[in-house]
């Protein structure tokens, strides 16, 4: 069943400060890998810390229909018994990824080298996303995709017979290519090398390595440049899950706009590829401080604390900064609303195939809360306002996208009216306690009637 089926309105109204801890839940993007990677492997991965978000369920139903074995011990605490590279058997109906880009273009990208044939379906939202830029390099390896136009879901993959290891350069700033492309490579025999002219978050580098394949990464004057020696045999491991700093993005930018509130974030992730939003608001002037600096499942993690900054100002954010941030730009805006001055985001037109369209979503939840906002394909500026002064009194469209739900009702913790969001359902995908966390800060967000 999807999250989505029936709208949950929700309002949020200025109050007290918000004050306390946020133990946000575990970070979506290695949430996925664990457990695609732990399907992969030979033995049995343990997860500790995965996000039980929609997104991430539907990716273990996934591992499931492939032949890995998927247990829930507790909170958070998991097991895979994988079934190694190459052992992916074919699942014997359509696989629903809910509203899960991630999960869709990963799981494609893992079976796309594997003789068998699996469907994939997906919510409005994804449904209406482009597949292309998955299926044109899996093409490479054999793989066979069918589709709707434009390369929509419902797609039909039928997994290479005899793959052949590709060089691809992206291109577009993507870690789901990117990521499809290295987990296809896994299972074709020879060296697959992926180059990436801009960064993109390098979380399946990372597993790939602690999962003992054999990966090397060199920065280059092309960008980085990644082999991948194909059929390993992954071995299962130990997988602590850190904390997302995309979801961390909403108490802490609430708490830098909320008079008088003090929030700290325990355990984020703050790994380079992950942090532009936080480098960003030091730049407009917020209170933020890192403490207690150490690793954690191979990420370097902090504790973030973040307090009430009323004298923020706008910035301009380079189009370079755009994939290390790619989906804190909404609750940015939200800052950005209350930060004196104009802002201008650069660079970001791969927002415009998020879960929505997140430029104009954005644009005109903002407008309609008595913010100036222009837009262009892949940019947008901001007229702040300065603390305190964005009047809201709106209701907010969503679209099945829970990162612009909960940015508009950070806005509302902040603006003269109360602020309105049509449905906050799809807050699950990706942060299920959303409600009880911030209601344990002191936020008054409450659900609606229609
Ligand atoms: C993700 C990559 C990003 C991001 C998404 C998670 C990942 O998408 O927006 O939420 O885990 O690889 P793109 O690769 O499309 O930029």
Not at 158 to 169: C, I, L, M, Q
Request: glycine letters at 12%; charged letters at 20%.
């Amino acid at each position: 069943m999807s999250a989505h089926d029936i709208p949950v309105p929700m309002t949020a109204c200025a109050g007290a400060p918000l004050a306390g801890t946020a133990e946000v839940p575990g970070d979506k993007s290695i949430s996925h890998r664990a457990l695609i990677l732990g399907a992969l492997a030979v033995g049995k991965t343990r997860i500790t810390g995965l996000l039980e978000g929609q997104d991430i369920l539907d990716t273990a139903a996934a591992m499931r229909a492939f032949g890995a074995e998927v247990v829930q011990h507790g909170p958070g605490e998991w097991s895979v018994h994988g079934v190694g590279v190459g052992g992916f058997g074919e699942p014997d109906n359509v696989i629903d990824c809910g509203n899960s880009g991630t999960g869709v273009r990963l799981v494609m990208g893992a079976m796309a080298t594997t003789p068998i044939t699996a469907t994939f379906t997906g919510d409005a939202s994804l449904r209406a996303r482009p597949m292309e830029r998955i299926t044109d390099p899996l093409a490479l390896f054999g793989a066979r995709a069918v589709g709707r136009a434009g390369g929509r879901l419902p797609m039909t993959i039928t997994g290479a017979s005899d793959p052949v290891p590709v060089r691809y350069e992206l291109p577009v700033a993507s870690a789901q290519v990117k990521s499809a492309v290295l987990l296809a490579g896994l299972n074709a025999p020879g060296e697959t090398v992926v180059i990436e002219r801009v960064a993109t978050r390098d979380h399946t580098e990372r597993m790939l390595e602690g999962f003992g394949a054999d990966i090397f990464v060199e920065e280059t004057g092309e960008g980085r440049v990644i082999t991948l020696r194909g059929q390993p045999e992954l071995v299962a491991q130990e997988i602590a899950v850190p904390r997302d700093p995309s979801s961390a993005a909403f108490p802490v930018c609430a708490a830098l706009i909320v008079p008088g509130s003090e929030v700290l974030v325990p355990g984020i992730s703050l790994n380079p590829t992950r942090a532009g939003l936080f480098e960003t608001l030091r730049e407009m002037g917020a209170d933020l401080t890192y403490e207690n600096a150490r690793e954690a499942g191979g990420e370097p993690v902090a504790d973030l604390r973040a307090r009430f900054s009323p004298r923020m100002r706008g910035v301009v954010v380079p189009a370079g900064r755009a994939a290390s941030m790619i989906d804190e730009y909404p609750v940015l805006s939200v800052v950005a609303a209350n930060a004196a001055g104009e802002t201008v985001m650069e660079g970001i037109g791969e927002l415009r195939v998020k879960e929505s369209d997140r430029i104009d979503t954005m644009a005109r939840g903002l407008r309609a809360c008595g913010v100036a906002v222009a837009e262009t394909d892949d940019s947008m500026r901001i007229q702040g306002l300065g603390a305190g002064r964005v009047p809201g009194g709106a209701t907010c469209e969503t679209r099945l996208d829970h990162r612009i739900a909960m940015s508009f009702l950070v806005l509302g913790l902040a603006a003269r009216v109360p602020v309105k969001v049509d449905d906050s359902a799809p807050i699950a995908t990706s942060f299920p306690g959303f409600e009880a966390l911030m209601a344990g800060l002191g936020a008054r967000i409450v659900r609606v009637n229609h």
